[in-house]
């Protein structure tokens, strides 16, 4: 079955506790992208991979690093959390011009 | 730089009520236009999509019809049921501008579907 797949779906984590948030793709797709969803804001992209090794900053950055040392695999780390990244995260993959196909989201509390 | 408004929610009906959410955008080149739905507890999925103008996009008893002239990308449906219960995502990628063909999304609009 085609899916992007999230680790851990919930994390409640203290402030400054480095965490990894995982996303795994079987499309062999080449674009992955993190996105953050809030109330009233939508969804922001945070990061994204338009290939392996070739990352780069989307809308809202600050205080998140990606990696992408092979296809199928795009972490989130958060080295330094703070209160105000907690969100709700979601993980996409496509192909050029064509949809998105999302994970089923990581509920982040950052205390 | 390219933008996608909805309507706010949240919209309340009643069981097969006739529903519109609109969505309007603006965006560099020739965008395709994208809804998505979000049902309680889970990611988006994609619900249906027109890649030009005049398209027509249909899913699950749903319609929207990409317009140009008008830059919308308004979402219907004859008669909803309660498991329509969702908030609903308007989405465009633009054609001309990089960000490896990134997702530019609405707010979100919340429909309540109620017996």
């Known amino acids: 079955e085609a899916q992007v797949t999230q680790n851990p779906r919930y994390l409640i984590t203290v402030t400054g506790k480095k965490l990894t948030v995982t996303c795994s793709q079987n499309m062999n797709h080449e674009y992955m992208s993190w996105y953050r969803q809030d109330p009233g804001l939508g969804l922001r992209q945070i990061y994204y991979s338009m290939n392996v090794e070739v990352t780069d900053k989307g809308d809202v950055p600050e205080g998140y690093k990606v990696s992408r040392k092979e296809k199928r695999n795009f972490p989130l780390i958060l080295e330094s959390p703070s209160p105000n990244q907690t969100s709700l995260y979601f993980c996409?993959?496509?192909?050029?011009?064509?949809?998105?196909?999302f994970g089923q989201g990581t509920r982040l509390t950052v205390v | 730089g390219n933008s996608v408004t909805q309507m706010e929610g949240p919209v309340t009906l009643s069981e097969e009520a006739f529903l519109t959410i609109n969505c309007t955008y603006t965006a560099t080149g020739y965008p395709s236009l994208f809804w998505y739905v979000q049902y309680p507890g889970e990611g988006l999925q994609l619900l249906l999509k027109a890649t030009k103008a005049d398209d027509k996009g249909s899913n699950k008893g749903f319609e929207a019809t990409y317009r140009k002239e008008t830059t919308s990308f308004h979402l219907e449906k004859g008669s909803v049921q309660v498991s329509d219960s969702a908030v609903y995502f308007c989405a465009l990628i633009a054609t001309l501008t990089g960000g490896g063909n990134k997702l530019t999304f609405g707010t979100g609009t919340q429909l309540k579907v109620e017996l």
């Open positions: 996409a993959s496509k192909r050029a011009w064509t949809e998105a196909f």
